[in-house]
């Protein structure tokens, strides 16, 4: 071939497989390895400051717990990172360049952050299978997802879904019929349909049995790498069990961080939570 062509050409590979790496507007971005940053973030309701300067990273992959007294501010750091409540002050970044503060509730949802509340609300008459099959395809109506066949790589998605969710034998179940904990996780695995890069889980464990529980921290720990997960949680034997970093709130801003063991010896954090 002409050289001058080749030369063209491998000028023209070279930039275009420089362009791959170049990030579309509103991609994720997490070159740097953190794939959430607030820093200062302050809330406050009628004056009383529900978060105070709070400074929080998470690394990509990374599962961090957050543990605090009631009322230190957790809830609220969540609706922040969903855009559901907006700062008065402070930055809020997913990835690099995706500025929470500036993003509504569904379009932070679609660049990748699920959060399950502590609630399920899993639709009752429905089998798990398709409780599954309604979250992957939210964007029709009930019916006409039900009605839309799935594809075989859909099929398989759901199915690898119910399996990781230890739900693979119930799949027919009505959702109803499960267990409390069944419930839990199958809402878990309603927002795995839908991909997201960072979880957050505002007290998954509650009224579930140690057993449950502990499976629930099993499912945990295997979502971790794959995904970035905040959980919120009381229970020690939990928080344990996850073994991520531990991160203490007390009125709105940051008390402690480190290991678990390394927290619980804190006497701040004795004082403010662990002692009572
Ligand atoms: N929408 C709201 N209006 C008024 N006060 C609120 C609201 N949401 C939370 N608060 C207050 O902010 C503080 C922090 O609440 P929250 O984030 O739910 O704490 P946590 O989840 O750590 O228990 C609490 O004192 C709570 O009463
Ligand atoms: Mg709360």
């Known amino acids: 071939m002409n050289t001058l062509v080749e030369e063209r050409k491998q000028e023209w590979e070279g930039e275009t497989q420089g362009l791959a790496h170049m990030l579309k507007p509103g991609e994720l971005d997490l070159s740097h390895g953190v794939i959430l940053y607030l820093e200062d973030i302050s809330v406050s ?4 400051k529900a978060l105070n300067k ?26 922040v990172i969903t855009g559901k409540t907006r700062p008065d002050s402070g ?5 690099q360049t995706l500025d929470l503060t500036r993003m509504s509730e569904p ?12 609630k399920p609300t899993v639709f009752e008459q429905l089998s798990a299978f398709e409780n599954l099959e309604l979250a992957m395809k939210t964007d029709k109506g009930v019916w006409a997802s039900l009605l839309a066949r799935l594809s075989r790589e859909q099929g398989d998605k759901i199915a690898a879904t119910l399996e990781r969710i230890r739900l693979d034998k119930e799949a027919d179940r009505p959702a109803g019929l499960l267990s409390h904990g069944q419930k839990q996780w199958l809402e878990i695995g309603m927002l795995l349909m839908q991909e997201p890069r960072l979880l957050l889980l505002d007290e998954p464990v ?13 499912l945990f720990v295997s979502l971790a790498g794959q995904h970035s997960l905040v959980v919120v949680e009381h229970d020690m034997a939990f928080v344990e069990a996850l073994g991520g970093k531990v991160t203490v709130l007390c009125e709105g801003s940051v008390l402690a961080e480190g290991d678990l063991a390394t927290v619980q010896a804190d006497p701040r954090v004795i004082e403010v939570y662990l002692g009572r």
């Open 45 to 48: 309701f009628d004056g009383f």
């Open 54 to 79: 709070l400074n929080l990273a998470i690394n990509t992959g990374e599962l961090r717990c957050i543990i605090g007294p009631n009322g230190a501010g957790k809830t609220t750091m969540m609706d």
């Open 91 to 95: 930055t809020a970044f997913f990835g």
């Open 107 to 118: 379009q932070i949802a679609h660049a990748g952050i699920g959060r399950k509340f502590q």
């Open 206 to 218: 509650a009224g579930m049995t140690d057993d449950e529980t502990m499976r629930t921290a099993e």
